[in-house]
């Protein structure tokens, strides 16, 4: 076992409730390279949600219906696309595209910020979240996603996901919608911060390991290509192997 597959092992989880399937999910890194430190940017959940209250992490949540049918301004990469469709039943490049959506979407509804190009006109948005990121005049742009780790919640968890990790570099933010982070929302402030020092923050224990495989991945040339980890539990331990 690796140490991060140990640090993930032994983290404190209850495994008493009753099984149920892992939601696909996902979630974005976004990563500030500008400087002489990279800096990623974190959110702090409000305390009186009952997942992760107080926690930071990475805006993301779990894949919707609309998701598959969001018209886009560029495709995702050929690399990117293949990895998110290995290892999963019923591969498709729409899901493979859908999961990458859920990341822009759920980035715009929790911190206001827009991944996108200018829209041409005519084409149909569906309603909720994303007819309010294309009234800004914009497409969501998938060609700039890193696709960065997968990992599966373990059996018998009150909450499962099957949470794909993206990142994309802070230059690929298009426009900022306001007041969308305040003391009552989902996130109550956000923070850009370099990464070591945001693995002391209070975080879930994945956060923490997908911030050194970013890391290392940003050490390796930050490329559509490398290969991606995912990791899941067998036999009570968990297992990390490459896509």
Not at 27 to 34: G, Q
Not at 213 to 222: N, S, Y
Request: hydrophobic share 45%; glycine share 6%; aromatic share 8%.
């Amino acid at each position: 076992m690796s140490e991060l597959t140990v640090r993930l092992t032994k983290a404190e989880r209850d495994q008493s409730f009753p099984n149920r399937r892992a939601k696909d999910a996902a979630t974005l890194i976004l990563v500030d390279r500008s400087g002489p430190e990279p800096k990623v940017l974190l959110g702090k959940r409000h305390a009186r949600h009952a997942f992760l209250p107080g926690k930071f992490v990475f805006p993301g949540g779990s894949a919707e219906p609309h998701d598959r049918t969001m018209p886009v301004a560029a495709p995702l990469d050929n690399h990117v696309e293949a990895k998110l469709m290995s290892q999963v039943v019923r591969p498709s490049a729409v899901k493979a595209r859908a999961l990458a959506l859920a990341a822009i979407r759920e980035t715009f509804e929790e911190t206001g910020l827009l991944l996108g190009a200018r829209r041409p006109e005519g084409r149909t948005v569906p309603a909720g979240p994303w007819a309010e990121f294309a009234k800004a005049g914009f497409y969501p742009d998938l060609s700039c996603l890193h696709f960065i780790a997968r990992a599966v919640t373990p059996p018998r968890r009150p909450r499962r996901f099957d949470t794909r990790f993206f990142s994309v570099d802070a230059s690929a933010i298009a426009h900022r919608v306001e007041n969308i982070v305040h003391a009552d929302a989902e996130l109550v402030e956000l923070t850009w911060i370099p990464i070591a020092q945001a693995r002391t923050l209070d975080m879930p224990t994945i956060t923490g390991v997908v911030l050194q495989e970013l890391e290392a991945r940003i050490a390796a040339g930050f490329g559509h290509d490398l290969p991606v980890p995912f990791y899941r539990m067998r036999r009570r331990e968990f297992i990390r192997h490459l896509l």
